[in-house]
């Protein structure tokens, strides 16, 4: 199920709309029903608040007047290393001591601020 802080893409007649992060599910007083706030994450920022079943946020279409809807968890990519052929990471011994930046040079934001 979804949940508090999830990612969400929100479809609209199918079609991908925005994407939201869920703030905070709380009860209705309606059983079954709960009340859903979701940060819209678009320019402005927006927050919204739904009434929806457990159902429907866990990705069930709905209807809201009248327009289909629903709501998909989005799912972070594995992230993946670059590996050679042979299953090695690429790395060689005599190139393990070279600094990993390439050998550019650092800047300091907070050394920028003093001058």
Request: glycine share 6%.
């Amino acid at each position: 199920m979804t949940q508090e802080n999830d990612l969400v893409l929100i479809y609209f007649e199918d079609n991908p709309l925005s994407f939201a992060r869920i703030e905070d599910i709380s009860p209705d007083a309606k059983r079954g029903w709960y009340h859903v706030r979701l940060m819209m994450l678009q320019m402005p920022i927006q927050v919204v608040t739904w009434i929806l079943r457990d159902a429907y946020i866990s990705g069930e279409e709905f209807t809201m007047n009248g327009k289909k809807m629903r709501l998909e968890k989005v799912v972070a990519p594995e992230v993946q290393t670059e590996t050679d052929a042979d299953g090695s990471d690429g790395t060689d011994e005599n190139t393990s001591a070279l600094p990993k930046n390439g050998g550019a040079d650092v800047i300091s934001f907070s050394d920028m601020k003093k001058k």
